[in-house]
């Protein structure tokens, strides 16, 4: 099975910044697509930025220009790293890795999800 592990999370005042890390492990032959979620009470979950295996990303509007999200292929890790935060980012933040495994002789691509980390931005 494959598990993704979420830290970074918590406290921090308006204007501060946080860095987000999710790690993939488990038994799998690659990873495509990696991504950040987050849903906040009330709200359904979004789409916060996406970065494909070659490192092209995608951050939604809302975010751009503050949010960052980069990978370590290596570690098989996602990164989000959060500037400039304001209380509207205040959510569970969950982590997605489309992973590649081997069934049957076959590659199929599944999508993992981590348990969320919560980040909670106030004064």
């Known amino acids: 099975q494959v598990q993704l592990v979420e830290s970074g999370g918590g406290l921090v005042q308006p204007g501060g910044s946080l860095r987000l890390s999710c790690a993939a492990s488990g038994s799998f032959f690659s990873i495509n697509a990696m991504g950040w979620y987050r849903q906040a009470p009330g709200k359904q979950r979004e789409l916060v930025a996406t970065?494909?295996?070659?490192?092209?990303?995608n951050v939604v509007d809302s975010v751009k220009g503050r949010f960052t999200i980069s990978r370590d292929n290596a570690k098989n890790t996602v990164y989000l790293q959060m500037n400039s935060l304001k209380p509207e980012d205040t959510a569970v933040y969950v982590c997605c890795a489309d992973v590649v495994q081997r069934e049957g002789g076959l590659a199929i691509q599944k999508r993992y999800w981590g348990q969320g980390t919560q980040v909670t931005v106030s004064s």
């Open positions: 970065v494909t295996s070659a490192g092209r990303t």
